[in-house]
């Protein structure tokens, strides 16, 4: 059964109409470590968005307790890993935030959902269809892992926003996260924000820097997306709405990229589990 419009009411579908429909932008929110604004520039950057006629989804991987559930005054029943292993309709997990903006918890999934047998695939493509009904962005604030892996579903965003904080420690950790994504995914490409800088000026200067280490060492390219000054207080959402690349319809995924297809498992205990 098709999950219902999760949106609802003659307000959002009169605000869709206005700004038009188009595969979702789906970007994934990491940095390199915790205290950068991150969780609080996706926040800001949904409402914003949510302002202007968009819907929104937060994926929020973000297991703290200062997280987008609790900006948001919300608690979690339920998890996106629920979804996965086939005992929730996203429906069920996915929380009603604001008008135009959902949050779906997702701190126990961007734990548990390296490995997914074939009949997890499937049930994770289902609930990334799903989740996307009626979003024009879905903003995925990544859960901080041990060694800058990224969550099952953040690997498959279409876009990669490492948030920097205007800081030496930051910088560095933020450019060892761009190693380890490269390396382990393939990714060539990654939109950069900067938080807590002083001035614009100081931002660009310090993406000036990371887009050319980058380059020469990695053979990756860095996009400035946007700055956010002291404190947080700024948001994305003309940068998200006006200097991405557009999205591409990726079948199934929509704005999403394709899930790969899992190896056969002997034992099937992954089938079992998931």
């Known amino acids: 059964m098709a999950e219902r419009n999760p949106w609802g009411g003659d307000q959002a579908d009169g605000l869709r109409r206005l700004f038009g429909s188009r595969t979702p932008q789906v970007v994934a929110f990491a940095s390199g470590r915790d205290a950068c604004g991150r969780t609080t520039l996706v926040v800001q950057t949904a409402a914003a968005l949510a302002a202007t006629g968009h819907g929104v989804v937060i994926v929020d991987e973000n297991p703290a307790p200062d997280n987008a559930l609790a900006a948001f005054g919300l608690t979690a029943r339920h998890d996106f890993f629920n979804v ?17 903006v959902r949050v779906v918890p997702a701190a126990r999934a961007a734990r548990e959902l390296d490995h997914l047998s074939v009949a997890a695939q499937q049930r994770l493509a289902a609930g990334l269809r799903a989740m996307q009904q009626g979003a024009s962005f879905v903003l995925i604030d990544c859960a901080s892992r041990r060694g800058g892996h990224l969550s099952t579903v953040a690997a498959s965003a279409r876009h990669l926003a490492v948030v920097v904080a205007a800081q030496g420690a930051a910088i560095t950790q933020a450019y060892a996260l761009i190693k380890r994504i490269a390396q382990d995914h393939g990714r060539d490409n990654f939109q950069i924000a900067i938080t807590r800088a002083r001035t614009d000026e100081e931002a660009r200067a310090i993406y000036g820097n990371m887009r050319r280490v980058a380059k020469e060492h990695l053979g990756v390219r860095l996009d400035y997306l946007g700055a956010a000054a002291v404190p947080v207080t700024d948001n994305l959402a003309d940068a998200l709405v006006q ?8 079948g199934d995924a929509e704005g999403f990229a394709p899930m790969p297809q899992a190896a056969p498992q002997r034992s099937g205990l992954l089938d079992s589990v998931l």
Do not use: F, H, K, Y
């Open 84 to 100: 996965v292993r086939g005992e929730r309709s996203l429906t069920q997990v996915a929380l009603s935030a604001a008008p135009l």
């Open 243 to 250: 200097c991405l690349p557009p999205a591409l319809d990726a």
